[in-house]
């Protein structure tokens, strides 16, 4: 018998269960965009009086998100939004009173035109996100200024088992690389050719029938050209410098353990081990409770071992806390070499360009050894890792609870989009 009662609705006591939960949802949500609120006017504050510089920090940005853990992406909606607080009054108090989400607020301080503060803080508690930014991209936008054309670039995408290069270069190098790919091509389709002929001439004359169910391989494609045309340079490379190698794997062997990792890189596959260890250089370090067991030294220069151990016990980044960077990385002398100090692991540091140049003017200190490093600002205080979260010890915002976006299908003919006013004279 059929009921006509659906089978997925919930029986009232799951549904007051949901309705309970989701009004503590709605009250916590209301705090936590007030509470937002309050860490825009913190930032505004620190960024009016810029006491950020004295931290040590690049940016405001990399500021938040150090000491609130948030995304680099989230710190930067934070500084958006603190940047433009005082031009957007009626925005601002919306998030403070719990009207407004962080994601909200942001999209209006990241993209609006000036002076749309009243425009869109009565829409903007209707509208989701995305509806927002829809808002803000239909407002008129100046002439954008000409950009000079972008030179040769090349940019390297890994997923999964493939990885995709795309390379940018002038019309006159592209020729070149069409005629190389195009002559490798040829040959490599001519050997295919040779390789497939069904009737072979053995050195004494006598014609020998290949076997016909022997597998044939595909064709070759300008893929297989690429692929010939770069081991054919890498080739050539070699001769020219007999100690190069086609490859050097560098592995990291702890002698208490059974296991080892790659340098910096992915673990490989039995399979791939075995391919790349066929020619190639294998540089092994061996470790004991993760620690390199000695590397040597001669002179200040970082020789290319100690470097590889530098970056392993690092992990590639800046060792200033709330820093990044995995780029470009210096590596500094903790006890200088004109003071005495050795080039030794313990004696040396990973740090990015930046602050590498503001430790040696005096804007932060960096002290070791490495193994217990201590990093202070320009006024001496200790920069440590970590958020500053910690259990709250007052009341929350006593704020309405939030009741969100309706999310209703906006009818985009009937909306006039905000039209920021004309630049003026002076």
Not at 64 to 87: C, F, L, M, Q, Y
């Amino acid at each position: 018998m059929s009921s006509g009662v659906p089978s997925y609705q919930p029986s009232p006591p799951r549904m007051a269960r949901l309705e309970a939960l989701f009004d503590e949802m709605s009250e916590l949500t209301g705090q936590r965009n007030a509470i937002d609120g309050r860490i825009v006017e913190i930032v505004a504050e620190i960024d009016r009086a810029e006491l950020w510089s004295s931290t040590g920090c690049r940016s405001l940005g990399e500021l938040i998100a150090w000491k609130t853990g948030v995304s680099p992406h989230n710190a930067k909606t934070v500084a958006a939004i603190a940047d433009r607080a005082d031009e957007l009054p009626r925005c601002t108090a919306a998030l403070r009173e719990g009207r407004l989400s962080l994601d909200q607020v942001g999209v209006i301080a990241e993209r609006s035109g000036p002076g749309s503060d009243s425009h869109y803080v009565h829409m903007a508690e209707s509208m989701t996100v995305a509806q927002l930014r829809m808002a803000v991209a239909s407002e008129p936008r100046p002439d954008p200024v000409p950009r000079p054309e972008p030179g040769r670039s090349i940019t390297k995408t890994v997923k999964g088992e493939y990885t995709t290069y795309r390379i940018r270069v002038h019309n006159l190098e592209a020729a070149k690389v069409d005629a190389a790919l195009a002559s490798h091509r040829d040959g490599l389709i001519a050997d295919w050719k040779s390789d497939r002929d069904p009737v072979a001439v053995d050195p004494a004359g006598d014609d020998a029938v290949v076997d016909e169910g022997a597998q044939i391989p595909p064709m070759p494609t300008t893929t297989d050209a690429f692929i010939s045309l770069v081991e054919t340079g890498w080739d050539a490379d070699v001769a020219r410098r007999p100690h190069g190698q086609h490859t050097t794997v560098v592995v990291h062997l702890d002698i208490e353990k059974s296991s080892a990792s790659l340098h910096l890189g992915p673990v490989l596959t039995d399979a791939d081990r075995q391919y790349l260890l066929c020619d190639s250089t294998c540089e092994v370090w061996f470790e004991r409770c993760g620690q390199p067991i000695g590397s040597g030294r001669s002179t200040r220069t970082i020789s290319r071992r100690l470097r590889r151990a530098l970056e392993h016990r690092d992990h590639g980044t800046c060792v200033v806390p709330g820093c990044g960077a995995t780029r470009g990385l210096h590596a500094h002398h903790l006890v200088h070499w004109e003071d005495g100090g050795q080039t030794e692991l313990d004696n040396l540091a990973l740090v990015c360009a930046y602050h590498h140049r503001a430790h040696h003017r005096g804007g932060i200190t960096i002290t070791g050894p490495a193994t217990r490093l201590i990093v202070t600002d320009g006024d001496g205080d200790v920069m440590r890792r970590g958020s500053l979260a910690r259990p709250p010890t007052t009341a929350a915002p006593d704020v309405p609870a939030y009741q969100g976006p309706t999310g209703e299908r906006a009818q985009w003919k009937w909306y006039t989009p905000y039209e920021p006013p004309p630049p003026t004279s002076n």
